[in-house]
T-cell receptor
Framework: EAGVTQSPTHLIKTRGQQATLRCSPI?????VYWYQQALGLGLQFLLW???????NRGNFPPRFSGRQFPNYSSELNVNALELEDSALYLC????????????FGPGTRLTVL | QQQVKQSPQSLIVQKGGISIINCAYE??????FPWYQQFPGKGPALLIA???DVSEKKEGRFTISFNKSAKQFSLHIMDSQPGDSATYFC????????????WGAGTKLIIKP
């Protein structure tokens, strides 16, 4: 069974640009979660999608947005990039609901110069 | 009331010793308590999880102890090995499907040979 995949592995952008990160969940999983992990820090919850709908959102500004497609894959968009957006962005998937095991992808390392 | 407080922030244990990481929560509605393990450059992976109907759960060298009255739970790693060196995250959630995991800040564990 294929795990959660994320692309790209690394992404380098400059301040003010937009970044798009992609995630494919495990087959059969309907929930997708996005987390930000700054270097050496914990996981900050960004967004949770299930069945194409945004279910919950963490304490991040509106320039962080995303969507979930009919095949349950997901996209995270970060507009007007700032230097402090540099982090590892992790995607996870689960069966419906976060009280089920979340399976994480390897992450996308975003660097903002 | 939404927080999960994890301690210590970092921990060094000799090979063969017992590693203990503690977490405390305030929301009495939480009923799912997982521990995740993260190696450098990888996404977190579920290690072990407990629900409050039991006070202890053991899987190999890893044990979760749960104290409902104190609203605390802890991870014990017996016979700690260098391969256990990683960052450990506790988390908590409610069983209903619209509540995301609340994560602890993480503990960086180093096992000295």
């Amino acid at each position: 069974e294929a795990g959660v995949t994320q692309s790209p592995t690394h992404l380098i952008k400059t301040r003010g640009q937009q970044a798009t990160l992609r995630c494919s969940p495990i087959s059969g999983h309907t929930s997708v979660y996005w987390y930000q992990q700054a270097l050496g820090l914990g996981l900050q919850f960004l967004l949770w999608y299930d069945e194409g709908e945004e279910r919950n959102r963490g304490n991040f500004p509106p320039r962080f947005s995303g969507r979930q497609f009919p095949n349950y894959s997901s996209e995270l968009n970060v507009n007007a990039l700032e230097l402090e957006d540099s982090a590892l962005y992790l995607c996870a998937s689960s069966l419906e609901g976060p009280a089920n095991e979340q399976f994480f992808g390897p992450g996308t390392r975003l660097t903002v110069l | 009331q939404q927080q999960v407080k994890q301690s210590p922030q970092s921990l060094i244990v000799q090979k063969g010793g017992i590693s203990i990481i503690n977490c405390a929560y305030e929301n009495t509605a939480f009923d799912y308590f997982p521990w995740y393990q993260q190696f450098p450059g990888k996404g977190p992976a579920l290690l072990i999880a407990i629900r409050p109907d039991v006070s202890e759960k053991k899987e190999g060298r890893f044990t979760i102890s749960f104290n409902k009255s104190a609203k605390q739970f802890s991870l014990h790693i017996m016979d700690s090995q260098p391969g256990d060196s990683a960052t450990y995250f506790c988390a908590a959630s409610r069983g209903d499907s619209n509540y995301q995991l609340i994560w602890g800040a993480g503990t960086k564990l180093i096992i000295k040979p």
